[in-house]
């Protein structure tokens, strides 16, 4: 009896120190495969006994899968559940009954502690509403984004975009309050000190665009000494890669634009590149000595690179991949959702929210007058 004890002590205190991540196994367009996939080769590159997994789906489908995935299968827990959220279902038509749902589920696990992320490929206005209404929003922030980073500049530089499409409509302090999430999420995440921060617009200008981002730009403009970050004025579309801004605010409807043209854009480089190359000997010759070269150039604007987003501003971490994710755009999507959890990013986010009260207070005093 004693050595029971003992065992079941040691795995109580082994399963402590790992990150503990939950996993919608059955959202996205290619399903458990993608899923295990990815799992298997984040493992493999990762190493085994850093993070456990909590897989959400059909149990009995699960379990004759990870037969062929032993890596996987030491690093998982399986839990039942028995229905699945679609890429068609509406919000309106699931949000009361999704209990049951693997993608509920896997939330709820957050949620209740125990897991500290959550990743999913499923259905994203879902995953974002059932998300926003079971973890709650951060202590200052009204509103959570989503939020990711995408290439910019040389080399390996990356700049933060936020919102790529939860808040279609937003007005000032919604809009500052995305600043203090992106500019957090850069300094931690993305390891850039006191980052450059554009709000987006229609050109640099100070009297360009409407209202909202006049005002902001000027409320910003204002207290540009007092803020935690560098503030720039307005960016215009191509300055988003030109490496100058390393964060970007913008709403919704506008974000989400820019996140679909950027993944547009990879996809059209790819296929001319690979177009060219084929229509002569002479190319082909030319690719060999440049292959790693283009390894770089591919690995740079890949959008599988940049898998994950995160619904930054919640009490706990969320984060979606694209519906069409593969096994290498899931595994970086997990990689990106362990970076998050061994951060301590949402008390950073309180307590910078609580720095620039103030300032935030400005608009609700200016809209009441």
Not at 137 to 142: E, L, M, P
Not at 253 to 277: M, Q, W, Y
Not at 339 to 356: E, K, P
Request: proline content about 2%; hydrophobic content about 45%; overall charge positive.
């Amino acid at each position: 009896m004693a050595h029971r004890v003992h065992i079941c002590f040691f795995i109580v205190k082994n399963m402590s120190d790992k990150k503990i991540i939950s996993v919608d196994a059955m959202g996205g367009d290619k399903g458990p495969k993608a899923v295990l996939g990815g799992m298997n080769q984040f493992l493999y590159q990762n190493g085994e006994g850093k993070v456990f997994f909590r897989l959400f789906g059909n149990e009995a489908l699960l379990r004759r899968m990870l037969a062929k995935y032993p890596r996987v299968a030491r690093n998982c827990d399986v839990i039942d559940a028995p229905n699945v959220i679609r890429g068609t279902d509406k919000v309106r038509d699931v949000i009361r009954h999704a209990q049951d749902t693997s993608m509920y589920m896997a939330i709820k696990d957050v949620r209740e502690g125990k897991s500290a992320a959550v990743v999913s490929a499923g259905n994203t206005g879902i995953f974002m509403s059932l998300s926003k209404l079971m973890l709650k929003t951060t202590a200052g922030i009204a509103r959570p984004a989503i939020t990711t980073m995408l290439p910019s500049g040389g080399g390996d530089s990356r700049v933060v975009v936020l919102d790529l499409g939860a808040n279609v409509q937003c007005d000032e302090t919604i809009l500052f309050d995305f600043s203090v999430l992106g500019t957090v999420y850069a300094e931690v995440i993305g390891k850039m000190p006191r980052p450059r921060l554009g709000v987006l617009n229609i050109g640099a200008e100070e009297t360009k665009g409407n209202e909202t981002l006049v005002h902001l730009n000027h409320v910003l403009t204002e207290h540009k000494d007092e803020l935690p970050y560098e503030y720039i004025g307005f960016v215009e579309g191509n300055d988003i890669s030109g490496g100058h801004v390393q964060v970007v605010v913008t709403d919704g409807f506008t974000g989400n634009i820019v996140l679909k043209t950027v993944e547009g854009t990879a996809k059209l480089i790819k296929r001319v590149l690979v177009d060219n190359l084929k229509k002569s000997i002479l190319a082909m010759i030319g690719a060999f000595f440049l292959v790693h070269v283009f390894k770089r150039l591919k690995h740079k604007i890949d959008p599988r690179s940049y898998a994950g987003a995160v619904f930054l501003g919640l009490q706990g971490f969320a984060v979606k991949t694209h519906g069409n994710s593969d096994a290498l755009a899931f595994a970086n999507a997990l990689k990106y959702a362990t970076d998050l959890t061994n951060a301590n990013l949402n008390d950073l986010i309180a307590q910078r929210a609580a720095s620039v009260s103030k300032i935030r207070d400005e608009f609700k005093i200016e809209a009441e007058q």
